[in-house]
C-alpha cells in the first residue's frame, strides 16, 4: 500500500490547540497572540520573563551537499524532535519560515515530510502569520523613499546610478531580476535608471529580522542599511531617509516568534526566512535564544549543507547571538552520496556501493570542515526504501572508519518512532562528548582575507579570483570603514564548488567572485560567486501547477 502524500497526513492529524502546546514550555493563554487554533504569537515582552533561565543544549542540524535524490534535513530534524520526545525530554524546534518562491517552484514547501512534520503545514508554507510580507513591504517603503528623494531635489546628492537598494517581492520572478525605472518624466516616474527585483527573503531587511535581538536592536539596524551612495562615494544610510519609524511599525508583529508543534504535539517556533545560498539561511536568533531558555534541549538548522547555512550559522548567527552549539547533526542519504559518486539519478535506486563509496568524499568533506569549529558530529543516516542492507552496513562501518557517530533515521515513515536510534546516538554525544564551540576567522581581518578562509578551508578552493564589479565594490565598502564584518557567502546549493555541476569534494578549483554587496544593517559583506542569482526562476513544470483547492477547502498538491 503506498504511503500517503504529505498534505493528507497533515490533514488527518490529531493536533492539539496550541494554547495547550504553549502550557508544555511555561506559556498561559494570556501570552498569546492567536492567529487561529493552532499558531500563535509570542510577543518580545513574554519571553523577556524567561531571561535568566538556564540555557539548554543546543542540537543544530545541517547536511551534505544538495542533490535531487534529497537528502531530508528538515524532516530529520522535526522526527528528531518527536523522537526525543517518546524518550521523555523536554525538546523544542527553532526552524524558518518557508518562502512562496520555492513553495510554487521547484521545492514545493519546507515543514519536513510524511509523519514528521511542523503543523498546520499549509499555514506555514504559505502566508503564516505574514512575517514576509512585513518584511517585503518595510523594504519597498524604503524603496519608495529613495526614489522620492531622487525625484524631489535629491538633497542628500544621491548618484542615481548608485542605488544600491533593489526592490523585492516573495515570487520566483526571473523576468523582474533586471528592469528600467523611473520612466515617464521626473513628476510621474522620477529619474530612469536601472534596477530590479530580489526575492523577499534575499532582502537584508529579512537578515536584520533574524539577526535582531530586540526592537531597539532591529530599529538600529534598519537605519544602517546603506542604499545608496552620493555621488563623490559616501554612502547614504536608511536613517537619512526618514522612515524607520515607519518600517519598525510594519514590523512590529513580525519580529516575535510564532508557535506551532510537530505532528506529535512537541513545541516549535518559526520565525526568519533567510535564505542560505544567498542570505545567511537560519531561523531567529530570537527563537532560537528563547526556546533554549524554555527547554532541556533544542534542534535548529541551517539552510542547505554545512558549507553553506552551517558555515554561516557558526560564523554569523552564534557570533551575534553568542549562540554555543553543543552538537552538530550532519544529514545524509545514500541515495545522495551514490548522486555524489557520479551515480545517474535514474539508477538511483540500484544498490551499489562503489558508487556509495566515491560519494563518501561529500560526506567527510562535512563532517572535516564542522570539526573545525570543535563541535561534535553525528550522521544522520536518512533511510530510504531502496537502501540495500549492504549499503547501509558499508554506511556505517565508513562512519566508524572517520570516527563520527551515527544513528538510523526513518522519521518519514515511522514518526518520531523511526528516530530513536538518531535521537540515542546525538544524547549520547551530549553526554560524552564536550563541544568547545569557535568561530572560524576574526573578523576584523581583511575581505579577502575572510574570503580566501572560507573558500580554502571549507570549500576546498586552492585560491579566489575577482572579476567584474568586485574589485571596485571591495574597495568602496573599505574606504568606507565597513570592511570589520563577517561574510556571508552567496553560492549554489548545488555544490561545494561555485559551480553547480560539480558533486563530491572537488579540490584545487578557483573560486570566482564577481561582486561583493555590503549589508551593513546586518552587519555582514555578501560576495556573490559563480552564477548565484538573488532573484530565482521557476523550473520547467512549477510545483504551482500540482497545486490546488476544491471547493470544500481540501488542498492537494503541496507537499
Not at 525530554?89 to 510524511?114: C, D, H, N, Q, Y
Request: hydrophobic share 40%.
Amino acid at each position: 500500500m503506498a504511503m500517503k502524500r504529505d498534505i493528507e497526513i497533515a490533514q488527518e492529524a490529531k493536533v492539539q490547540h496550541i494554547e495547550k502546546i504553549a502550557e508544555q514550555v511555561g506559556l498561559a493563554r494570556d501570552d498569546l497572540d492567536f492567529y487561529g487554533k493552532y499558531k500563535a504569537k509570542v510577543p518580545l515582552s513574554v519571553l523577556k520573563r524567561f531571561e535568566n533561565n538556564t540555557n539548554g543544549k543546543l542540537i543544530f542540524v545541517t547536511a551534505i551537499t544538495a542533490t535531487k535524490a534529497g537528502e531530508g534535513k528538515t524532516v530529520t530534524s522535526i522526527g528528531l524532535c518527536q523522537a526525543m520526545g517518546h524518550l521523555g525530554k523536554k525538546v523544542m524546534l527553532s526552524l524558518r519560515e518557508p518562502s512562496l518562491g520555492p513553495t510554487f517552484g521547484i521545492k514545493g514547501g519546507a515543514t519536513g515530510g510524511g509523519y514528521s512534520q511542523v503543523y498546520p503545514m499549509w499555514d506555514i508554507d504559505l502566508h503564516f502569520t505574514g512575517d514576509i510580507h512585513a518584511v517585503g513591504t518595510a523594504h519597498n517603503l524604503l524603496s519608495a523613499l529613495v526614489e522620492n528623494h531622487l525625484a524631489k531635489k535629491n538633497q542628500l546628492d544621491i548618484d542615481p546610478t548608485k542605488v544600491v537598494l533593489r526592490k523585492v517581492m516573495d515570487m520566483n520572478c526571473r523576468e523582474l531580476r533586471d528592469i528600467v525605472v523611473g520612466l515617464g518624466g521626473r513628476m510621474k516616474g522620477g529619474v530612469p535608471r536601472e534596477s530590479g527585483f530580489d526575492i523577499t527573503v534575499a532582502s537584508e531587511i529579512n537578515a536584520i529580522l533574524a539577526l535582531s535581538g530586540d526592537m531597539a536592536d532591529l530599529r538600529a539596524r534598519l537605519s544602517r542599511i546603506v542604499v545608496a551612495y552620493t555621488r563623490d562615494g559616501k554612502p547614504v544610510t536608511a536613517d537619512k531617509l526618514n522612515g524607520i519609524g515607519a518600517m519598525c511599525l510594519l514590523l512590529k508583529d513580525a519580529i516575535n516568534p510564532t508557535l506551532v508543534q510537530t505532528l506529535e504535539g512537541q513545541p516549535a517556533f518559526i520565525h526568519g526566512s533567510p535564505f542560505a545560498n544567498i542570505a545567511h539561511g537560519n531561523s531567529s536568533i530570537i527563537a532560537t535564544k528563547y526556546a533554549l531558555k524554555m527547554a532541556d534541549y533544542v534542534i535548529t538548522e541551517g539552510g542547505f549543507a554545512a558549507d553553506l547555512g552551517g558555515e554561516k550559522f557558526f560564523n554569523i548567527v552564534c557570533r551575534v547571538g553568542g549562540l554555543k552549539p553543543d552538537v552538530s547533526v550532519l544529514v545524509a542519504s545514500i541515495r545522495a552520496l551514490k548522486m555524489h559518486g557520479g551515480m545517474d539519478q535514474k539508477e538511483i535506486g540500484n544498490p551499489d556501493v562503489s558508487f556509495l563509496e566515491k560519494g563518501y568524499a561529500n560526506l567527510d568533506k562535512h563532517i572535516e570542515n564542522l570539526k573545525k569549529v570543535d563541535v561534535p558530529v553525528v550522521v544522520a543516516i536518512n533511510q530510504f526504501p531502496t537502501d540495500s542492507p549492504e549499503e547501509i552496513e558499508h554506511i556505517k562501518k565508513h562512519c566508524e572508519k572517520v570516527g563520527a557517530r551515527f544513528g538510523l533515521s526513518k522519521v518519514f515513515t515511522d514518526g518520531g518512532k523511526g528516530g530513536i536510534d538518531l535521537a540515542n546516538a546525538v544524547l549520547e554525544s551530549l553526554e560524552k562528548e564536550q563541544a568547545n564551540f569557535k568561530v572560524l576567522y576574526d573578523e576584523k581581518m581583511s575581505i579577502k582575507e575572510k574570503v580566501e578562509v572560507i573558500a580554502t578551508e571549507i570549500y576546498g578552493a586552492k585560491d579566489v579570483v575577482y572579476t567584474g564589479t568586485a574589485p571596485a565594490d571591495i574597495k568602496a565598502i573599505e574606504a568606507a570603514g565597513n570592511d570589520k564584518l563577517p561574510i556571508c557567502m552567496a553560492k549554489t546549493q548545488l555544490s561545494i564548488t561555485d559551480d553547480p555541476s560539480k558533486k563530491g569534494a572537488p579540490k584545487d578549483w578557483v573560486l570566482t567572485v564577481r561582486e561583493v554587496r555590503l549589508l551593513a544593517g546586518a552587519g555582514f559583506i555578501v560576495p556573490l560567486t559563480g552564477e548565484i542569482m538573488i532573484m530565482p526562476g521557476l523550473p520547467s513544470i512549477p510545483a504551482a501547477e500540482r497545486i490546488s483547492m476544491d471547493d470544500e477547502g481540501h488542498i492537494t498538491g503541496l507537499n
